[in-house]
């Protein structure tokens, strides 16, 4: 069994493009867990070069995209701007 790590969270205040985050609460709603355990999931496998996902997954990111309008890729981003103009 694995043995349970002690951590100590903190509250944070980031600003997220708003279809990103609805398409991420989605995705952490179809896997029934917390928006803050998604993130800490895809975080730590991305610094360990891995995919956090897998097949099945990507393909319920591809549907949460497309309803809520989410069009673009990780291309874009360092292309983002807010619509006042200030770079996100």
């Given at each position: 069994?694995?043995?349970?790590?002690?951590?100590?969270?903190?509250q944070?205040?980031?600003?997220?493009?708003?279809?990103?985050?609805?398409?991420?609460?989605?995705l952490?709603?179809?896997?029934?867990?917390?928006?803050?355990?998604?993130?800490?999931?895809?975080?730590?496998?991305?610094?360990e070069?891995?995919?956090?996902?897998?097949?099945?997954?990507?393909?319920?990111?591809e549907?949460?995209?497309?309803v809520?309008?989410?069009?673009?890729?990780a291309?874009?981003s360092?292309?983002m701007?807010?619509e006042?103009?200030?770079?996100?």
């Amino acid at each position: 069994m694995n043995e349970p790590i002690r951590v100590q969270r903190v509250q944070t205040g980031v600003r997220i493009e708003k279809r990103l985050l609805k398409v991420l609460k989605g995705l952490a709603e179809y896997l029934e867990m917390s928006l803050s355990d998604l993130l800490e999931g895809i975080a730590l496998a991305a610094f360990e070069g891995r995919s956090p996902f897998v097949a099945s997954t990507l393909e319920k990111i591809e549907q949460l995209k497309a309803v809520y309008g989410m069009d673009f890729g990780a291309e874009a981003s360092h292309r983002m701007i807010d619509e006042e103009g200030n770079n996100a």
